[in-house]
């Protein structure tokens, strides 16, 4: 048998129905677990309407009858009264919902009391009320009427939504598993969506995707909708919004007007969010792990171009084919804007400059000095003085290196001892370490002579010929390794500038090939 509680419409239901069956009011209870009086009351009420209907002249009164006795068994509670929630306690917790919304209006959301934290200091003051009285009365005070939404309809070319998601992605060519960031745009009129992947949302990647955007579409459109990210918005003054350097940066170039939801407001761009969950669903609920970020990638570009030519249900179009209708409208299409964005950094003692918490090497001659950086997703650019000196991808992650040896030659060569434990020489090919530790390892400066050869031939030459004087028994030193490649025909090889040329010289030719020595060059990509 049920305990004694509260009566549910199933119970009043079971009761009528066991009544029906000429059970008497005391079974009834045992049989539901309530009280005699209760059953008395709701089967008296059953035969008050039973008879109502057989008297009601019209359907709208049978209606009403029928509906009545099939409702909810319903509690009056409006006349019990609050023993412990009295007026002063009430006082006390409405002074702490004004102070969250002060401290909402002042941008200290994350500093407001919650339910425990009000109930607590309740406690603390020597007032004896539950936790849970304490909740009913803050939901009753904070509720609000459910909000309508207004369906939208946009113009051709009009808007266009921008919002950021996060997706998480074994690269192999990382050796990790790694956050990554999807850029989404979605035109309103079209649903025609494009996507791009970086691995940091940053100013350099904000400006890229509207540069990757535009050019996809051939176009721009007249709006477009941001949230209250701070790669978007610099301030928020009340519903003042003031745009970044880079917003105005875009808007001033390809004449669009950027609009700003409200904060804690993500249904008012809904339509590019889903679009966020819908592409990175796409494009990764199969497969997370990828050979290179290349391929990561063409797998959402690919998601997003199978998405742009479905059907939909509600237009029995693609999205491709509203947008060529669309296109027509947009504004008018410009040159892709230069993302490069320019800083300057100081040259520290190791000759590295620190860029974006990753740090990559700069000729040794300019220790102490500042050099300018211009650099966009793919890669950084350095000048000394108005002059471009050598460019480089940039890494991924963190606290990584970019090491070019040639840019140490002047300090080797004075000092030629300091290789063998250089970080550029463990970062070499193992093919290089092993050919310093087997035949340079006792004569350091030789093992810089030959880097200029390889600077000179490229480092395949040079390993082809240390590879078959290695097969002929012949000693691998460098008066060898210059007459083997004498030997060569003219367009494999040319080194007779390079013997004429004093070793001293020598040492200060731009190694551009060495860069494929080095594993972290390999593995770098966008920022």
């Known amino acids: 048998m049920e305990e004694i509680g509260v009566l549910t419409l199933e119970k009043k239901e079971k009761m009528i129905r066991l009544y029906l069956k000429g059970l008497s009011y005391t079974a009834i209870a045992k049989e539901i677990g309530m009280t005699r009086q209760t059953v008395s009351k709701y089967i008296k009420q059953y035969e008050k309407d039973q008879k109502a209907l057989e008297l009601a002249k019209t359907i709208e009164e049978k209606e009403h009858i029928i509906i009545r006795s099939s409702a909810k068994p319903k509690y009056d509670s409006s006349k019990r ?14 002074s702490c919902l004004e102070e969250n919304k002060q401290k909402i209006q002042q941008g200290k959301r994350k500093l407001v009391m919650k339910n425990t934290d009000i109930y607590e200091w309740l406690i603390s003051k020597n007032i004896d009320i539950s936790y849970r009285s304490v ?37 192999d060519e990382l050796g990790t598993e790694r956050r ?32 990757r955007f535009f050019e996809e579409i051939k176009g721009v459109p007249t ?6 990210a701070r790669v978007q918005v610099k301030h928020l003054a009340g519903r003042e919004k003031h745009p970044t350097e880079a917003v105005k940066k875009l808007m001033n170039y390809y004449g669009y007007t950027p609009r700003y939801t409200n904060p804690y407001s993500g249904h008012e761009k809904g339509h590019v969010e889903r679009s966020v969950e819908l592409i990175r669903r796409k494009a990764y609920s199969k497969s997370h792990h990828f050979k290179t970020i290349a391929d990561a990638v063409t797998a959402l570009l690919e998601a997003t171009s199978r998405e742009n030519q479905k059907i939909k249900q509600r237009t029995n179009q693609s999205a491709e084919t509203v947008f060529a209708q669309e296109q027509k409208d947009l504004l008018p299409y410009r040159l892709p804007l230069d993302t490069y964005l320019t800083s300057t950094y ?27 950086v211009r650099k966009n997703i793919d890669q950084i650019k350095v ?72 600077e000179k031939n490229s480092l395949e030459t040079v390993q082809f010929a240390i590879e078959s004087l290695k097969r002929q028994g012949l000693p691998i030193q460098n ?26 010289q020598a040492c200060y030719h731009q190694l551009s090939e060495i860069s ?4 972290q060059g390999e593995n770098s990509w966008i920022n």
Not at 153 to 168: I, K, R, S
Not at 488 to 493: E, F, I, K, V, Y
Not at 516 to 519: A, F
């Open 383 to 454: 000048y000394f003085d108005h002059r471009f000196l050598f460019k480089a991808k940039r890494l991924i992650g963190r606290h990584h290196y970019h090491i070019d040896i040639h840019h140490y030659l002047a300090t080797l060569k004075k000092k030629p001892g300091a290789i063998a434990h250089s970080l550029a020489l463990k970062q070499a090919t193992p093919w290089l370490q092993n050919i310093f530790q087997n035949y340079y390892s006792t004569n350091p400066r030789d093992f810089i002579y030959l880097l200029t050869i390889i």
């Open 135 to 171: 909740c009913a009365y803050v939901s009753k005070q904070t509720q609000r009427s459910k909000e309508a939404f207004i369906r939208q309809a946009y113009e051709p070319g009009q808007v266009a939504e921008f919002d950021w998601g996060d997706v998480t992605l074994y690269i």
């Open 180 to 211: 990554f960031k999807i850029g989404v745009f979605d035109l309103k009129y079209s649903d025609k969506r494009f996507a791009y992947l970086y691995s940091h949302e940053n100013t350099e990647a904000f400006l890229d995707i509207h540069t």
């Open 516 to 519: 494929s020595m080095y594993s």
């Open 223 to 228: 709006e477009i909708v941001y949230d209250n």
């Open 346 to 372: 100081k040259v520290n003692k190791y000759s590295f400059i620190h860029v974006d918490s990753n740090f990559y090497s700069v000729p040794d001659y300019l220790v102490g000095k500042e050099v300018t």
């Open 81 to 94: 009264q609050r023993i412990k929630l009295t007026p002063d306690v009430e006082s006390m917790i409405d």
């Open 479 to 504: 008066d060898q390794i210059i007459n083997y490649l004498l030997n060569l025909t003219p367009s494999q090889a040319d080194t007779q500038d390079l013997i004429q040329a004093p070793i001293e």
